[in-house]
């Protein structure tokens, strides 16, 4: 891995090579990718989310009730809420690390394999870890692990794949998150409590996912000539994107922003939904848990085939804004049907709407985003900038929920607000000008 420094501020869009020509590295892309090309792009987020969700979903919990059963919530908050944080900031700065990466293996695969190593460790040391502290340490690790991946991974899609393919291959990534998140759960469950094991497992589908991408990944290497100088103050402002210079970028990151928190709040109490509102098990004879466990698979299984349908469309249509409202509005629809048929039957209905609104929206707002970024040279910070809009929602969405659900009304308030959050996030998709 060569950087030899610090990321700094990303100048114009058009940095040429010395002799007037375009750096290969900075060229929009024309040819088509490669199956197996696509194939190690998914493999690499189902490696990530399978190792993330796995630990998340389950094993975090068994290892916080392993210290202490009595505090046992306080803990896993306190773990989960270090990593979150942690996220927030590993993203976008581990892809401005790629941004200007002059190995010979090109800008991403670098900090795929060290993310996917790093990440690994984390897990396998995870499960030795004497006390809470340490716990909290190695997950933050974990976090920076897969999210240098993560950065790394995304940033790759719009320096290999032409715009006319984007919406297919972001469709195909968004496929191999969801069955990464699956296989993450399974892990969980198949180790039967031992939690120890469950991170050696979910360590080595980490790593096992970044093997076909590191042996076919085309990345073109950066030229060291055509890397900016550094400065540290124009590091520090280069994750500053100017609503007003770029405008279609701000509003973008508004949607997906809007659009997420009302999927979380969708989400969050889902568990208590079933239990108070719908009383699953008084009523169908089901326990909340399993209730729980039956809406998400429906759920992943709508986005899934979503995720791939509606992002070759995109692709055929030539078009991206009437898709994402389109699916943004589904998503708010699904909210609506929880609030007015607080039923299994309505529940039911509720998830598959909602992975079927998800999914395709998943697959096409990442095609519509790789086409508002400002500049080639720092595609991989923007796109960890705009991931903020993805995980920042885990913060804010418990926050605006809570309230609803106490004071102000219940569970039908609660899907109420989340589908106006969620249209919201459709109205302002007009606002984006430079793509159809």
């Not at 007037?20 to 189902?46: C, D, H, I, K």
């Not at 795929?112 to 809470?132: K, S």
């Not at 892990?187 to 790593?207: K, P, R, S």
């Not at 030539?318 to 529940?347: D, E, F």
Request: charged letters at 10%; one cysteine or more; a neutral charge.
């Amino acid at each position: 891995m060569s950087l030899s420094e610090t990321p700094g501020a990303a100048p114009d869009p058009a940095v040429a090579a010395p002799g007037g020509a375009m750096a290969v590295s900075l060229a929009e892309p024309e040819r088509r990718v490669r199956p197996v090309w696509t194939a190690g792009v998914v493999l690499v987020n189902l490696g990530i989310n399978a190792a993330f969700f796995g630990p998340l979903q389950v094993l975090l919990a068994q290892q916080a009730a392993a210290f202490s059963e009595e505090d046992k919530e306080a803990i896993l908050a306190l773990v989960t809420g270090a990593g979150a944080a942690v996220s927030l900031v590993a993203n976008p700065l581990f892809g401005a690390f790629s941004d200007r990466t002059t190995s010979r293996l090109g800008r991403r695969v670098p900090w795929v394999v060290f993310g996917a190593v790093l990440g690994a460790a984390a897990l396998i040391a995870l499960a030795g870890a004497p006390n809470v502290a340490v716990m909290t340490l190695l997950w933050c690790f974990v976090q920076v692990g897969c999210n240098g991946a993560y950065a790394a991974i995304t940033a790759a899609i719009p320096d290999r794949v032409p715009v006319r393919q984007r919406g297919t291959v972001g469709g195909l990534a968004a496929m191999g998150q969801t069955v990464g998140i699956l296989i993450g759960a399974v892990i969980a469950a198949a180790v039967t409590g031992n939690f120890a094991a469950g991170y050696f497992i979910c360590a080595a589908a980490l790593l096992a996912g970044v093997v076909l991408y590191f042996f076919k990944n085309d990345d073109v290497p950066l030229p060291s000539e055509v890397r900016p100088a550094f400065s540290l103050a124009g590091f520090a402002k280069s994750f500053w994107v100017s609503p007003v210079l770029y405008p279609d970028f701000a509003w973008a990151w508004l949607t997906r922003l809007l659009v997420n928190i009302g999927n979380h709040m969708v989400t969050l109490y889902l568990l208590f939904f079933l239990k108070d509102a719908v009383h699953v098990k008084e009523t169908q004879g089901i326990e909340p848990e399993f209730g729980v466990l039956v809406l998400t698979g429906l759920y992943a299984l709508m986005v899934i085939i979503t995720s791939v349908v509606g992002g070759r469309l995109s692709d055929r249509m030539g078009k991206r804004k009437p898709l994402v409202i389109i699916s943004s509005g589904i998503i708010a629809a699904a909210s609506l049907i929880l609030a007015v048929a607080p039923t299994w039957t309505g529940a039911l209905i509720g998830a598959s709407v909602l992975g079927i609104g998800f999914g395709c929206y998943l697959a096409v707002d990442f095609a519509l985003i790789t086409e508002v970024l400002p500049r080639a040279l720092s595609r991989g910070k923007d796109l960890g900038v705009l991931n903020i809009a993805n995980s920042l929602p885990q913060v804010l969405a418990p926050l605006i929920a809570f309230p609803f659900v106490a004071l102000w009304g219940g569970y039908v308030s609660l899907y109420v607000a989340a589908a106006v959050i969620g249209l919201l996030g459709a109205v302002f998709v007009v606002k984006i000008k430079g793509v159809d």
